[in-house]
């Protein structure tokens, strides 16, 4: 459980770290986050406590799961393109372990995997 816990606030920080970056920079937000990026930080929390991956998650990029809906997932990829390369001046111990952990190949999808450890489940009776 603390190993769940621990690896998804340190991307719920990242991301959040970005979103901030990106809407003061780009918003011109003297404090805390406009409306709009406000919005989109409270989508992305709501994401990473549904993600089935729990705390094997991939980073975004490598995620088989696109669980974004279209519209904020361009909104959260204009934020990391532009916060990204930031993030190394900005928070060198966020951006860091987020470039180690794309180096991690993508887990197994965790419907795949439960399938694989009880194979029977997926079988149904022919009739016949």
Do not use: W
């Amino acid at each position: 459980m603390a190993a769940k816990r621990n690896g998804l606030q340190s991307e719920r920080k990242t991301i959040e770290a970005m979103i901030a970056l990106f809407c003061r920079d780009r918003h011109g937000a003297p404090r805390g986050l406009c409306a709009e990026c406000a919005a989109l930080a409270d989508y992305a929390r709501l994401r990473l406590e549904k993600c089935p991956f729990e705390a094997d998650k991939p980073t975004c990029a490598k995620c088989p799961i696109h669980c974004y809906v279209p519209a904020r997932r361009e909104q959260i990829r204009a934020v990391m393109r532009y916060a990204g390369p930031r993030m190394l001046l900005h928070r060198p111990v966020l951006a860091i372990r987020h470039m180690l952990n794309e180096r991690k190949p993508p887990p197994e999808h965790p419907r795949r995997r439960r399938e694989r450890a009880d194979p029977t489940s997926s079988e149904r009776p022919r009739s016949g």
